[in-house]
């Protein structure tokens, strides 16, 4: 608790320093128009959809965009995979194999560091189809940092991809998911960026079995699951074929997170049908680099 004032005062401090200096990044990129949404979710986020749902106050804004998304709800059966953390010298190109094989797109949240090492890859990425996101330069607990430490994380990161696949991310998803509201906001207001955790966790940096991996993820696939797994890890990638299979003979159709999110809608009156639950529960104390547990704090659900 005392950690938290000390890192909450210390933010405000570095807050205010930075605006009093000549705020560098300030007009970055305002949050001007909501159109960084890939495609049609800012532009028609609810003409349509007359919210059904609650006795929601007639909303005096103009509806404010989703900053973060953990799942969607959509029409017909969507599923979009991730992959954090790489890209991965030799795990990556052979889950790339796979999905090509089966002409899967998927996204993968980057980790600048590894970017640079792997321009290449990451241009195949690209080049295949596949949706690129920022996922911090070297991998820190981002709710407990400033937010001009923040930003460079997440600046160098976007530079790297930039110049090494001439795409610049859209999507960010914090280390561990470990986000503040304030910081999401924050996050899209500087960057643009839609936030994006997920509902569907195998703990594969936990648990290095392919098996595992398969059965966590094929217990709790739904329509409109964001999938998180890590192409950094042999036993993730081996699971991959019969994942995708299996997935793929249920029924699913795969997609980028920017296409799901692109179908999302509010969903339609209580109908509680409570997917398993909203997973990520495990606790934050992000200690090893390579890929603790998600913090809890995160995902949130609409
Ligand atoms: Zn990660």
């Given at each position: 608790m005392?950690r938290l004032l000390?890192?909450?005062?210390?933010?405000?401090a570095s807050f205010?320093a930075?605006?009093a200096a000549?705020?560098?990044?300030?007009?970055?990129a305002p949050s001007?128009p909501?159109a960084?949404?890939?495609?049609?979710?800012?532009?028609?986020?609810s003409?349509?959809?007359?919210?059904?749902?609650?006795?929601?106050?007639?909303?005096?804004t103009?509806?404010?965009?989703?900053v973060t998304?953990s799942?969607?709800?959509?029409d017909g059966?969507y599923?979009?995979?991730?992959?954090?953390?790489?890209?991965h010298?030799?795990?990556t190109?052979?889950?790339l194999?796979m999905?090509k094989e089966?002409?899967?797109?998927?996204?993968?949240?980057?980790?600048g560091e590894?970017?640079?090492?792997?321009?290449?890859?990451v241009?195949?990425?690209?080049?295949e189809?596949?949706?690129l996101?920022?996922?911090?330069w070297?991998h820190?607990?981002?709710a407990i940092m400033?937010?001009?430490?923040?930003?460079e994380?997440l600046?160098k990161t976007?530079?790297a991809?930039?110049?090494?696949s001439?795409?610049?991310?859209?999507?960010m998803r914090?280390?561990y998911?470990?986000?503040?509201t304030?910081q999401?906001?924050?996050?899209?207001g500087?960057f643009?960026f839609?936030v994006v955790?997920?509902?569907?966790d195998?703990?594969d940096w936990?648990y290095?079995?392919?098996e595992?991996?398969?059965?966590?993820i094929?217990k709790a696939?739904?329509?409109?699951?964001?999938?998180?797994?890590?192409d950094?890890?042999?036993?993730?990638?081996?699971a991959?074929?019969e994942?995708?299979?299996?997935?793929?003979?249920?029924?699913?159709?795969f997609?980028?997170?920017?296409?799901?999110?692109?179908?999302?809608?509010p969903?339609v009156?209580a109908?509680?049908v409570p997917?398993a639950?909203?997973v990520?529960k495990a606790?934050s104390a992000?200690t090893a680099?390579?890929?603790?547990?998600?913090a809890p704090a995160a995902?949130?659900k609409p």
């Amino acid at each position: 608790m005392h950690r938290l004032l000390f890192a909450v005062s210390i933010f405000f401090a570095s807050f205010a320093a930075l605006h009093a200096a000549p705020a560098p990044a300030e007009g970055a990129a305002p949050s001007s128009p909501p159109a960084t949404e890939p495609s049609g979710k800012s532009a028609t986020p609810s003409p349509s959809t007359p919210s059904a749902d609650a006795p929601a106050t007639p909303a005096p804004t103009p509806a404010a965009p989703k900053v973060t998304y953990s799942d969607c709800h959509v029409d017909g059966q969507y599923i979009a995979m991730t992959f954090d953390d790489g890209p991965h010298k030799t795990n990556t190109p052979r889950l790339l194999d796979m999905l090509k094989e089966r002409h899967i797109h998927a996204t993968f949240f980057l980790v600048g560091e590894n970017v640079v090492d792997n321009q290449e890859i990451v241009k195949r990425i690209v080049a295949e189809g596949h949706e690129l996101g920022n996922h911090s330069w070297s991998h820190p607990n981002f709710a407990i940092m400033n937010d001009a430490s923040v930003r460079e994380q997440l600046q160098k990161t976007q530079d790297a991809i930039t110049k090494a696949s001439g795409v610049t991310p859209k999507l960010m998803r914090p280390p561990y998911g470990s986000f503040t509201t304030r910081q999401k906001n924050w996050a899209h207001g500087e960057f643009g960026f839609t936030v994006v955790l997920w509902d569907v966790d195998p703990e594969d940096w936990k648990y290095r079995n392919a098996e595992r991996v398969k059965r966590e993820i094929l217990k709790a696939a739904v329509s409109g699951s964001i999938v998180l797994s890590h192409d950094i890890h042999k036993t993730t990638v081996d699971a991959m074929p019969e994942v995708l299979d299996t997935l793929a003979a249920r029924g699913f159709k795969f997609v980028t997170v920017s296409q799901l999110i692109s179908m999302d809608h509010p969903k339609v009156k209580a109908t509680p049908v409570p997917k398993a639950s909203p997973v990520p529960k495990a606790d934050s104390a992000p200690t090893a680099k390579t890929e603790p547990a998600p913090a809890p704090a995160a995902p949130s659900k609409p």
